[in-house]
């Protein structure tokens, strides 16, 4: 099984400043075809999940390009750039190479 | 626009057999490369992929749970279905369904709480 590992934040963040969350994956997501199988999302408080990235650097429709996710074929970062109160949540990377798996979350408060 | 609503007993008695429907909106789920998954969140915890069924009839199963999962569809009724059987308290949770069109899920519902309780 493919394990995702989630870093954590040094919460609170201060509003406008930028964060920065890791995600690490017991193997290489990188695909034949190029692609990196690796998503991001985000759950706000009593929300569903939301999907902010995919194909690790891709961003979904209508999300902010304070958004941007990188990484290489086992360590990833999504990174916020000016945190807003509207960013607070949990974020999850998920991977799609062998069935599909979530990392454990990682929590954004703001100050 | 598109839609994803779950529904569910809201609460049943261990050893029984539960039975989600997932009704959507919006696509088809016999257009080529679209999946729709099941996904659960225990209270305060993280996500868990149970199972996904793709438009050609496809399905993949979350292998720690894959002798419990039955994950089915039916397309001229936009709807999706999963049957855990045997639940216990560990299975109370919300689950949601989400559209997959490529690896990724974009496209997710609201959510059905499920307790398992005696």
């Known amino acids: 099984d493919i394990v995702m590992t989630q870093g954590a934040l040094p919460n609170p963040v201060p509003s406008g400043e930028s964060a920065s969350i890791t995600c690490q994956s017991s193997k290489s997501l990188l695909h034949s075809n190029g692609k990196t199988y690796l998503n991001w999302y985000l759950q706000r408080p009593g929300q569903s999940p939301q999907l902010l990235i995919y194909w690790m650097s891709t961003r979904a429709s209508g999300v902010s390009d304070r958004f941007s996710g990188s990484g290489s074929g086992t360590d990833f970062t999504l990174k916020i750039s000016s945190v807003e109160a509207e960013d607070v949540g949990v974020y999850y990377c998920q991977q799609f190479l062998e069935y599909l798996t979530f990392g454990s979350g990682t929590k954004l408060e703001i100050k | ?118």
């Not at chain 2, 992929?49 to 397309?75: M, V």
């Not at chain 2, 690896?103 to 499920?114: A, E, P």
């Open chain 2, 1 to 118: 626009q598109v839609t994803l609503k779950e529904s569910g007993p809201g609460i049943l008695q261990p050893s029984q057999t539960l039975s989600l429907t997932c009704s959507f909106s919006g696509f088809s789920l016999s257009t080529s490369g679209i999946c729709v998954s099941w996904i659960r969140q225990p209270s305060g915890k993280g996500l868990e992929w149970l199972a996904t069924i793709c438009w050609e009839d496809s399905k993949g199963y979350n292998p720690s749970l894959k002798n419990r999962l039955t994950i089915s569809k039916d397309t001229s009724n936009n709807q999706a279905f999963l049957k855990i059987t045997s639940v216990d308290t560990a299975d109370t949770a919300i689950y949601y369904c989400a559209r997959i069109p490529a690896g990724y899920f974009d496209y997710w519902g609201q959510g059905v709480m499920v307790t398992v309780s005696s």
